[in-house]
């Protein structure tokens, strides 16, 4: 019986979502507790990877198991086993055909900064950033990458066979209380994407970077020319439609 799992984790102290060898992921965490239910082995698949120190709020996965059990048992039963810095927030049955990655129509991150004064509690989460930027700035650059793209600039590396046209439906900027919020919608992301994207964007409103270079730094399909890769502290996988 094939599961879709909805869940919540802060990464702080993970080598990232994705098991790894002899590293502490969430992926592993998963697995191990689910294959103790299910009394053999587990695989899980995620809609993808975040990295170190990335959380989630809205993670999803798919999972088959051979016994079959109630999705609010099972919820409840990993939810007792599993460490308290994972949570199961929804469990559903779906058809077997169902792939919790290749269905996808679109997907959320936000990134979070304080713009205000260093705050020691929240370092974990939010980017201490702990100085005044530009929003309106910032948003018109992130405006230009609005639409479909060859978003190679803004990955880890250059790589000429690997395909890097993404959507990006939508990006907005809000600031509350000193934490600005930038949430970029589109149909899928490539690894280090968004702390590219919020690395320029930062470089933008210090005056590192033209608003006028921007379409030609997307253009360029070149990572060299796009500036710095924001701390992976403050970035969320926030939600994942079907």
């Not at 869940?7 to 994705?18: P, R």
């Not at 990335?54 to 051979?66: E, I």
């Not at 690997?162 to 919020?181: G, Q």
């Amino acid at each position: 019986m094939r599961y879709l799992m909805t869940f919540s984790y802060d990464g702080t102290n993970y080598n990232g979502y994705q098991k790894q060898v002899n590293k502490n992921t969430v992926q592993d965490n998963l697995e191990e507790v689910l294959s103790k239910i299910n009394n053999s082995k587990v695989n899980i698949t995620a809609t993808g990877r975040t990295d170190a120190q990335v959380h989630a709020n809205n993670q999803k996965a798919h999972f088959d198991l051979n016994i079959s059990i109630e999705p609010d048992k099972l919820k409840k039963a990993l939810n007792n086993l599993i460490n308290k810095d994972i949570y199961i927030k929804d469990i559903k049955i779906v058809d077997d055909s169902f792939h919790a990655r290749f269905d996808i129509t679109s997907k959320e991150y936000i990134y979070k900064i304080n713009v205000g004064e260093f705050n020691v509690f929240d370092r974990n989460y939010i980017y201490q950033y702990n100085k005044p930027l530009n929003i309106e700035l910032m948003q018109k650059a992130v405006n230009l990458l609005i639409g479909t793209h060859d978003f190679k600039s803004f990955t880890k590396a250059n790589k000429e066979d690997k395909d890097c046209v993404r959507t990006l439906i939508k990006a907005e900027i809000n600031n509350t209380n000193n934490i600005i919020t930038i949430s970029l919608t589109g149909t899928g992301f490539l690894r280090y994407m968004v702390r590219n994207i919020v690395g320029l964007l930062i470089e933008v409103s210090e005056n590192k970077i033209k608003i006028e270079e921007v379409l030609n730094i997307l253009n360029s399909c070149d990572r060299r020319n796009a500036g710095i890769t924001a701390s992976p502290v403050g970035l969320y996988l926030n939600e994942v439609n079907y």
